[in-house]
């Protein structure tokens, strides 16, 4: 427990007067200590004295008070305590010291003002846990064990709340500081003890009702317990009222059942007719002798059903005199003819007394149907049923309650009356609602109008207020009294009280909600570990790209700069500078299609779309297939013809195809096999394959009976520059070259392959329902009769070299060249006025404006005037435009014959739209 001396000076805040009294005494003490500390030893430390003075203010006078004492302790120090030094060292001392001790003064203070209201909250809560224990119906004690050695000997109270003391037996003034086998010698302390020892062996918590013997009286005492730590905490309440209470209210169910039972037999064993209406006339219920009468089921006489017994010449003069009856909640009496079972009218004499409510509103009638003689001894019988009948649901725990069949509330039990302190006719009609919390009003209004529509049963939980202003949680049900056309006439309900289970509910929500939390912690601390261990998967795999393209460029640099080399050395050996200029062309060559298959890796390369027929693309390459599986290798296609066409560009596709059919090749080696490649249409749910959306795909599978491939292998296939394949034998970018054009285009990969039993591919190429594009047939090439001497060309590069040898190689083909470094200049060039025939330029370029830019502010400007771009590698900047550009491209590297038919292509295509 906190000590007092620590309430006091921690709520000291709440007098300012007095606390801010304190922080100025505190930092008059240490100003006193400092200076104590002067006269006993040379030159003491300045600051120390004051920091006891800071934590002392904080904790009296909260933050406001600690910086107080900080403000007058830096004040104290530089009056009184800094030493005298020359001015130019003044900053550097005596200034640095003030600070650091002003900043190390509001660090404690922070420090001490978090310690304060840690006290504060302490003294809270002891005051509120001793205001709850001095006030608690339930006893509650905590108790420690007393062992001899390791053995528990007994227990002790080591603390008892009021409740407990009050159930002391009679001279003991007290429990805490007690032992249990001393308070209660003989069995009733063994039993204790026999408990207390339980409990401390199993943890609890537990419940128990036992029976005690206290003061020579037997009592009942509901009890439950826990361990924490090595004590135990132990409630408990004398339950003997309760379950007096709970047998005598048994007992009266019992009657009630006996009553109503014996009302049943005596109005069936009767010889008169009874009956039951409610308050709108309609009969409720007849006993035996009125069905022996009518010769008909009770089902046919509920409601009105009965008055089709009654004589026409009665029914108005019975309707009137039974509807003045209720209009004034009157007894009825009347003498009318009623058909017999036999045919024959026989007059009865009846006689209805009202069923009325304790608040006198009619409920019904109950009637009897008899000859002179009987009329006061049935009527009698029939009263007392009735009386018998409120008794019993005036003895339920529940709180009743009935309604009419429009849903108005003409009854309330005298439970309802007592819980809530209010009037019964403050709370009929539709005035129980008031008592209703306001949040849970207008849903419970709604449950009850659906209810008595028909269309919902009545099941609700709402809070009703007590008479002391508590809200508790309580469960309404109702259910309806039908006729035989299942049309209700009388609603019943009742509201228990299910606080408890309500408030151990939202515990056990809160419970969950906190595991559901951790549980969603834990698997965020998981993706952030795989995302790490994917980073740095791919972090190997760059490195792994970048070696192999440094290795494979290293190789073709050899071959070119070596080449170049030894031509500048003896530019004379014209056979020599030819072989050497081939060779490096070659390796050029080489470069640029290493190149390609890594721009198709990274998914980047320049895709021109069409919508494709898949099948009939393969028809076409399928010749070039078979000559690249070779001769020893039997190849079939199988084509569903309902397999439709997929957007991608055809050229792409038919090099990726062809590198799977002769990795095939290789996998199957020099011996015969078999190479299958099936088309077909499929859908794909979401999540059966990775990178691949739930839709309809064109799947295009490539078999080989080959020898297979380890899980090993099959985990690092689509990596660049790995390969199986012998040195020399491969580059190991063929399935990255085929995964990158797949996934450039919405699709996915994926293979299926054993060791030993061949290796299955499979493109899934996403679905299209527009109409494919017509593939050409092979024709002869033509070329153009178009000459580019003369021609006058804006070519427009950023690059300084490359810019000097396209303009080189436009001048060799006799074209007249004006070459600008980017898109501005370009455009101010064509602002000027000068003509020009054609339009050449890099996609890629500085300053903000690409070559695709260029081209459309060109368009824009020129209809008429052709354009040819040139790119090594687009980017992102190729992305949409591509769809809908039409100007052709040319891709770098390329050779003068190349430069030339692309020139000369773009011009004849001029010359005929002109």
């Given at each position: 427990m906190i000590g007092r001396w620590a309430q006091r000076f921690a709520t000291a805040i709440e007098r300012p007067a007095a606390a801010y009294g304190l922080v100025v005494a505190a930092v008059a003490a240490a100003v006193g200590v400092r200076l104590l500390a002067g006269l006993l030893i040379a030159d003491p430390p300045a600051f120390m004295a004051f920091f006891p003075a800071v934590?002392?203010?904080?904790?009296?006078?909260?933050?406001?008070?600690?910086?107080?004492?900080?403000?007058?302790?830096?004040?104290?120090v530089v009056a009184f305590f800094l030493p005298h030094i020359p001015a130019h060292r003044l900053w550097a001392t005596q200034h640095v010291q003030v600070a650091m001790f002003a900043a190390t003064c509001v660090i404690m203070v922070a420090m001490a003002r978090a310690l304060r209201?840690?006290?504060?909250?302490?003294?809270?809560?002891?005051?509120?846990?001793?205001a709850a224990q001095e006030r608690a119906l339930d006893a509650f004690v905590i108790v420690d064990a007393v062992r001899t050695g390791d053995r528990i000997v007994d227990f002790v109270w080591s603390y008892a709340n009021p409740a407990a003391d009050r159930m002391a037996p009679a001279g003991i003034d007290g429990l805490t500081g007690r032992r249990v086998?001393?308070?209660?010698?003989?069995d009733a302390g063994q039993l204790i003890f026999e408990r207390y020892l339980d409990l401390h062996a199993r943890g609890g918590p537990d419940l128990l009702e036992t029976q005690r013997v206290i003061d020579g009286q037997e009592r009942w005492v509901r009890t439950s317990g826990v361990r924490v730590r090595n004590s135990l905490a132990v409630t408990f309440r004398d339950i003997t009222e309760e379950r007096q209470a709970a047998e005598a209210v048994r007992a009266a169910e019992a009657e009630a059942r006996r009553s109503r039972d014996e009302f049943e037999h005596i109005a069936n064993a009767t010889p008169v007719m009874i009956w039951m209406s409610d308050a709108s006339t309609r009969c409720t219920w007849v006993n035996q002798r009125w069905l022996d009468f009518s010769g008909r089921e009770m089902a046919a006489e509920l409601g009105v059903g009965w008055m089709d017994r009654l004589h026409p010449d009665d029914k108005a003069t019975w309707r009137a005199n039974y509807g003045e009856s209720i209009a004034h909640s009157d007894p009825f009496h009347a003498q009318y003819r009623l058909l017999r079972h036999d045919g024959e009218y026989r007059w009865i004499e009846g006689f209805a007394a009202p069923r009325l409510d304790e608040q006198g509103e009619l409920i019904g009638y109950i009637s009897s149907a008899v000859d002179i003689n009987d009329r006061k001894s049935a009527e009698e019988a029939l009263r007392v049923g009735a009386g018998r009948m409120r008794a019993l649901m005036e003895t339920l725990p529940q709180m009743m309650w009935a309604n009419r069949a429009d849903g108005y509330c003409d009854y309330l039990s005298t439970q309802w009356l007592a819980y809530t302190g209010v009037r019964a006719e403050d709370h009929l009609g539709f005035g129980w609602l008031d008592a209703i919390h306001p949040e849970d009003r207008d849903d419970c209004r709604r449950a009850w109008e659906q209810a008595v529509a028909g269309t919902l049963p009545f099941d609700v939980e709402y809070r009703i207020r007590r008479h002391d202003g508590v809200w508790r949680w309580f469960q309404g049900r109702a259910a309806a009294v039908r006729d035989g056309e299942g049309r209700a006439t009388r609603w019943f309900g009742s509201s228990s009280d299910i606080t408890e289970i309500v408030e151990a509910r939202r515990d056990l929500e809160t419970r969950v909600a906190e595991r559901t939390r951790e549980l969603q912690e834990s698997l965020e601390e998981r993706e952030r570990a795989e995302a790490a261990l994917a980073q740095a998967q791919r972090l190997e795999t760059v490195g792994r790209l970048t070696g192999g393209v440094a290795h494979d460029f290293n190789n073709?640099?050899?071959?070119?700069?070596?080449?170049?080399?030894?031509?500048?050395?003896?530019?004379?050996?014209?056979?020599?500078?030819?072989?050497?200029?081939e060779a490096a062309l070659a390796a050029g060559r080489?470069?640029?299609?290493?190149?390609r298959q890594l721009l198709a890796f990274s998914r980047r390369q320049e895709l021109k779309l069409d919508v494709m027929d898949v099948g009939a693309l393969i028809a076409q390459v399928e010749p070039l297939v078979r000559r690249a599986a070779g001769e020893a290798i039997e190849l079939s296609v199988r084509t569903d013809p309902a397999t439709g066409a997929s957007r991608l560009d055809g050229a792409q596709f038919e090099a990726a195809l062809l590198n799977l059919v002769v990795n095939a090749a290789d996998a199957i080696g020099a011996g015969a096999g078999r190479i299958e490649i099936a088309v077909d249409r499929t859908t794909l749910r979401d999540g059966e394959v990775g990178g691949a959306a739930a839709g309809d795909y064109v799947r295009v599978a490539v078999s080989d009976s080959g020898a297979g491939m380890s899980p090993e292998v099959l985990k690092r296939v689509f990596e660049p520059f790995f390969t199986t394949k012998e040195v020399g034998k491969g580059t190991g970018l063929g399935l990255a070259q085929v995964y990158g054009f797949v996934t450039q285009c919405g699709g996915a990969v994926t293979i299926d392959s054993q060791v030993g039993q061949g290796a299955t591919v499979t493109l899934l190429l996403p679905a299209v329902e527009a109409p494919p594009t017509v593939i050409a047939t092979a024709e002869p090439q033509t070329f153009s009769a178009v000459s580019?001497?003369?021609?006058?060309?804006?070519?427009?590069?950023?690059?300084?070299?490359?810019?000097?040898?396209?303009?080189?190689?436009?001048?060799?083909?006799?074209?007249?060249?004006?070459?600008?470094?980017?898109?501005p200049s370009a455009l101010r060039r064509l602002a000027e006025g000068g003509r020009f025939d054609v339009l050449i330029s890099d996609i890629v370029m500085p300053g903000g404006m690409s070559g695709l830019d260029l081209a459309q502010a060109a368009r824009q400007a020129r209809p008429e005037l052709p354009i040819l771009l040139t790119t090594g590698y687009a980017g992102e900047q190729w992305g949409a435009a591509a769809a809908a550009a039409d100007w052709p491209i040319l891709r770098k590297p390329f050779r003068a014959e190349q430069l030339g038919a692309a020139l000369r292509k773009v011009l004849d295509w001029t010359s005929e739209t002109a």
């Open positions: 934590l002392f203010a904080t904790l009296v006078a909260g933050g406001r008070g600690g910086l107080l004492a900080v403000a007058l302790s830096v004040v104290a209201a840690g006290i504060l909250h302490g003294v809270t809560a002891e005051e509120r846990f001793r086998l001393s308070v209660f010698p003989g073709l640099l050899t071959v070119v700069i070596g080449g170049l080399d030894m031509m500048l050395r003896t530019p004379n050996d014209a056979a020599r500078v030819t072989r050497l200029g080489r470069g640029e299609r290493l190149t580019t001497e003369g021609a006058k060309v804006l070519l427009v590069e950023d690059d300084v070299a490359v810019r000097a040898v396209a303009e080189g190689l436009l001048i060799e083909l006799g074209c007249e060249v004006q070459a600008e470094p980017d898109a």
